[in-house]
């Protein structure tokens, strides 16, 4: 991802989206960390809880099952965190991202890591869904 990466949120979560699905969340990271730091201070926590839960699918990915399970805490939790602090706010975001649904999915993907190991993980799991995410 080049360091000048410049797109909407809904640009954002569609394509990263798509690199999770490809298995490439670390580059999902990259995308929602260009985000984190062009966005409005309301919406901080959340695109910083998306990078971390990137960087958990990653750890999970490489077999970290400990460092999966803490950033898709971390993560989730930061995301659980965000609440629009006007109809502006929550106006920005795309209306494919589903914060709870994430927080939800990221929680429970740490908690079957957590309680069974990596080896319970299918291929869909890694697939963590960020919402409705349709073609922007």
Do not use: C
Request: hydrophobic share 50%; net charge neutral; no cysteine.
């Amino acid at each position: 991802m080049p360091d000048d990466l410049r797109l909407t949120p809904a640009e954002a979560v569609q394509l990263a989206q798509r690199l999770i699905d490809e298995g490439r969340p670390f580059h999902a990271h990259e995308v929602f960390e260009a985000v984190w730091k062009a966005s409005p201070s309301a919406q901080r926590d959340l695109w910083q809880g998306l990078a971390q839960i990137a960087v958990g699918l990653t750890h999970a990915r490489r077999g970290n099952g400990r460092g999966a399970v803490a950033l898709l805490r971390r993560g989730a939790a930061a995301v659980g965190r965000y609440v629009p602090a006007a109809a502006d706010d929550r106006g920005a975001l795309p209306d494919a991202l589903d914060p709870a649904e994430v927080r939800a999915a990221a929680t429970g993907l740490a908690d079957l890591i957590a309680a069974r190991g990596l080896g319970a993980v299918t291929a869909d799991d890694f697939r963590l869904k960020l919402g409705a995410v349709r073609e922007v």
